[in-house]
């Protein structure tokens, strides 16, 4: 099976940056997503890697590391409007994706 | 496009009672899913669809059917409600592709459904 491991909850401040890790281990390995989901709103699509290294986003980049089952979300200069929940996910060709727990983001001003 | 439109958005059912949850796309996208989520939890797969005649199981299929008659559609039958499947659902759908293709999933706005 497929688990993910994340943090619950983190605070910043507006203007800051933050990063949010996201550990997983999985039976197979096709990519490494993030989602952000605002209170009462659906998912909705950050960014996702297959391959070692940053994808940035505009304010948005994410790692990956596949040899350290490892990747993070980094959120830079930090708005009002960040604060919401983000789930990481892996998908393992079954063209399904598991999602983690999530990690709820409170920005601060 | 509308994108994935779900249908009702809000349902009370009583224990035992059936029901049928409404999923569209308008993207024609082949790869159709179903997710709950309860409270303060990530996102858990029902069942999934790679084209129309075609479902496969997620990680929590007891107690849900699904069909996939057209490309379009793909509902979510309950058929005997219990306490237990209190929870938001979820639609999704994306392409066939490969890597961010296929993982760049978009999410119906979900039906809030409480079993009493």
């Known amino acids: 099976g497929q688990s993910l491991e994340q943090p619950s909850e983190v605070t910043a401040v507006e203007g800051a940056i933050v990063q949010i890790n996201c550990t997983y281990q999985?039976?197979?390995?096709?990519?490494l997503s993030w989602y952000q989901q605002h209170d009462g709103g659906a998912p909705t699509f950050l960014s996702y890697?297959?391959?070692?290294g940053l994808e940035e986003t505009g304010r948005f980049s994410s790692f990956l590391s596949r040899s350290d089952s490892y990747g993070y979300l980094l959120l830079q200069e930090l708005q009002m409007k960040d604060s919401a929940s983000y789930f990481c996910?892996?998908?393992?060709?079954?063209?399904?994706?598991?999602f983690g727990s999530g990690t709820r983001l409170q920005v601060q001003p | 496009n509308a994108g994935v439109t779900q249908t009702p958005k809000f349902q009370v059912l009583k224990t035992g009672q059936s029901m049928t949850l409404q999923c569209a796309q308008d993207?024609?996208?082949?790869?159709m899913s179903w997710y709950r989520q309860d409270p303060g939890m990530g996102l858990r797969l029902i069942h999934y669809?790679?084209?129309?005649?075609?479902?496969d199981q997620g990680e929590v299929p007891n107690g849900y059917n699904v069909s996939r008659s057209t490309t379009e559609d793909f509902p979510l039958r309950l058929l005997s409600a219990a306490p237990s499947q209190t929870s938001v659902y979820f639609c999704?759908?994306?392409?066939?592709?490969?890597?961010?293709?296929?993982?760049?999933?978009?999410f119906g706005p979900g039906t809030r459904l409480t079993v009493l």
């Open positions: 999704a759908s994306s392409s066939l592709g490969q890597g961010k293709d296929t993982d760049t999933q978009y």
């Open positions: 669809s790679v084209g129309a005649g075609i479902t």
């Open positions: 993207m024609n996208h082949e790869y």
């Open positions: 996910a892996v998908s393992t060709g079954r063209r399904a994706l598991t």
């Open positions: 999985t039976s197979g390995f096709y990519g």
């Open positions: 890697n297959a391959l070692d």
